[in-house]
């Protein structure tokens, strides 16, 4: 799944999931550092936990970061796994 982010320097985030587990993150844009370590680090843990920890962090005082996003891009993509189930 594709999520377009809302107030970060990342456009875009590439979401893989396997069941509630994440599979693989792609930060499109965004400060590459620490996009890529961010992914690293979400990579094989469970969407629901990983959204609990990042939901709600911001950047700089935008309301929103990079971090945030990925939330909200896993909460969607859990909700459209159960969509299609």
């Known amino acids: 799944m ?3 982010t ?3 320097c990342s456009r875009y ?3 893989e999931l396997d069941g509630e587990t994440i599979r693989e ?3 499109i844009g965004g400060c590459n550092g620490n996009t890529q370590g961010v992914a690293k680090l979400v990579q094989g843990q469970n969407a629901q936990h990983v959204i609990e920890l990042l939901e709600g962090t911001d950047c700089g005082g935008r309301g929103t ?3 945030d996003q990925l939330a909200k891009a896993l ?6 796994q159960k969509k299609s189930a």
């Open 75 to 80: 909460r969607l993509a859990l909700e459209q």
């Open 6 to 8: 809302q107030g970060t």
């Open 25 to 27: 993150v792609n930060f």
């Open 65 to 67: 970061s990079c971090p």
């Open 13 to 15: 985030i590439e979401v």
């Open 2 to 4: 594709t999520y377009q």
